[in-house]
């Protein structure tokens, strides 16, 4: 069932034979929108296939109260997924200030990985630079980009730190 919720679309067959009540749940588990089984519906639609959406959506209710907690938003945030805002208000919340601090470490690390990137690459540029005048603005833009690496280096610690408060906070139930 979940291979079926990770595509656009349904085939003729899935449109005949799927179980919605469990495309929902799993599209719910998923943190897809309420509006995802309109993507459903157009592709049963090319086979003037019906979509059982009181199955659906009962289902979806199901999958996405699941996905909704704190718990996942912290993770979801952390792995960088995008949020498609289909939490339900009185889940949200939670949900959403664990996927803030969770994504703030990946924006931190992310940023910090790609600015180790580019000053790798800029030392290697240092090496290919054959004048002396090439290698001096090649030595300025190094010595630029490692003064980013380093604020971007203090970015994650923080984001780290904001990561093991939350952490100990809901264990203690301050969130």
């Known amino acids: 069932m979940l291979s079926l919720s990770a595509c656009a679309t349904l085939n003729e067959t899935e449109c005949e034979s799927v179980n919605w009540s469990d495309l929902g749940r799993s599209d719910g588990a998923a943190g897809r929108s309420p509006s995802?089984?309109?993507?459903?519906?157009?592709?049963c639609a090319k086979y003037s296939l019906p979509v059982d959406e009181s199955a659906w959506r009962a289902?979806?209710?199901?999958?996405?109260?699941?996905?909704?907690?704190p718990e996942n938003g912290l993770s979801a945030g952390r792995d960088g997924r995008s949020y498609a805002n289909s939490c339900p208000s009185d889940v949200a919340p939670g949900f959403e200030s664990a996927y803030r601090v969770g994504k703030r470490v990946h924006d931190a690390q992310s940023e910090y990985d790609r600015l180790k990137r580019e000053l790798?690459?800029?030392?290697?540029?240092?090496?290919?630079?054959?004048?002396?005048?090439d290698r001096r603005k090649v030595r300025n833009r190094i010595s630029l980009k490692e003064s980013d690496l380093f604020l971007a280096e203090g970015r994650v610690r923080d984001a780290e730190r904001l990561y093991d408060r939350y952490l100990y906070e809901e264990a203690a139930g301050r969130y």
């Open 59 to 69: 289902g979806w209710e199901d999958g996405i109260r699941r996905y909704c907690t």
């Open 36 to 43: 995802y089984v309109q993507r459903h519906r157009e592709a």
């Open 120 to 133: 790798e690459q800029l030392y290697d540029d240092l090496e290919d630079a054959a004048k002396g005048e």
